[in-house]
């Protein structure tokens, strides 16, 4: 069964630094794509980013230049480095991964606050 498991939420100041770290029972061969979400109170859950098995990224506008998605394979391990944060990014960020036989999978999320 493969279950992501988010850490590294906090409560950091504006214009900090915080890095989310998911980690997987999946080997990255069978990962298809590894993604974080969030989900701010009030809102729908939207994408914050993306990496393929590939390699390739995609980020959402709002985090463009500020947040950067990584993977280690060998660790089985997806990280997302949040720099520059603002109060919008307060959310709470999920772990979603796809595998290459649709299976689909999220984690219990871990609650990033940005606030003075």
């Known amino acids: 069964q493969v279950q992501p498991v988010e850490s590294g939420g906090d409560l950091v100041q504006p214009g900090g630094s915080l890095r989310l770290s998911c980690a997987a029972s999946?080997?990255?061969?069978?990962?298809?794509?590894m993604d974080w979400y969030r989900q701010a109170p009030g809102k729908q859950r939207e994408l914050v980013a993306s990496i393929t098995f590939g390699g390739s990224t995609n980020y959402a506008d709002s985090v463009k230049g500020r947040f950067t998605i990584s993977r280690d394979g060998a660790k089985n391990t997806v990280t997302l480095q949040m720099n520059s944060l603002n109060p919008e990014d307060t959310a709470i960020y999920y772990c979603h991964i796809v595998t290459r036989v649709g299976g689909d999978y999220w984690g219990q999320g871990t609650q990033v606050t940005v606030s003075s």
């Open positions: 999946i080997s990255v061969f069978s990962v298809r794509v």
